[in-house]
C-alpha cells in the first residue's frame, strides 16, 4: 500500500475516534433539591423546590408591622442552610450555617443588615441555583 492511501485512511479512523468520543452522554450528575422553611411559623410551612416566585413571595411575607419574614433555604439531605430575615425598614440580613454545626463555630453572619429586596434576591437565587460563587456575594463573619 503507498503512502499517499495510508494518509487518508489513518485520518478516517482519527475522524471515527474523535466522533466517537464526542458521541459519549455525560455522566448523571445529581442535582440538589431545596426547602424553603418559615422559621417562625408553628407548622414550620415548608415549600419543596422553590421558583424564583415562591422566594419572592416569601421575602414579602412579614411576621408583624416592624418584623419582615424570616426563612431559610436548605439543602435537602444536608444540615446546610441559609436563613434571610427582613427587618421592618424592609432590608435584610443573612446567616448561614453549613451544615449546622452544632457548636456553632461555622455559622456566618452577613456584616450588613441592609441588603436590598434585589441584592438579596440575587444571593437567595445564586444560593438555589447552586452557584459556586453566591457566598461571594455577602461580606461575612463570625
Known sequence: MKIH??????????????????TNTPPHTKTMSYTLTFVLEDNQKKIPNPTDADIQAAMHTKVSDDVGGIFQLG???????????ANGKWHFQFTYEPNADPSGKDI????????????????LLAYRNGSA?????VEWKH
Open 5 to 22: 492511501h495510508i494518509i487518508p485512511l489513518l485520518l478516517l479512523a482519527g475522524g471515527i475516534t474523535v466522533g466517537a468520543q464526542t
Open 75 to 85: 439543602v435537602d439531605g444536608t444540615n446546610d442552610a441559609l436563613q434571610l430575615e
Open 108 to 123: 456566618l453572619l452577613s456584616k450588613r443588615d441592609n441588603f436590598t429586596f434585589e441584592e438579596a434576591l440575587k444571593v
Open 133 to 137: 460563587d453566591w457566598k461571594k456575594l
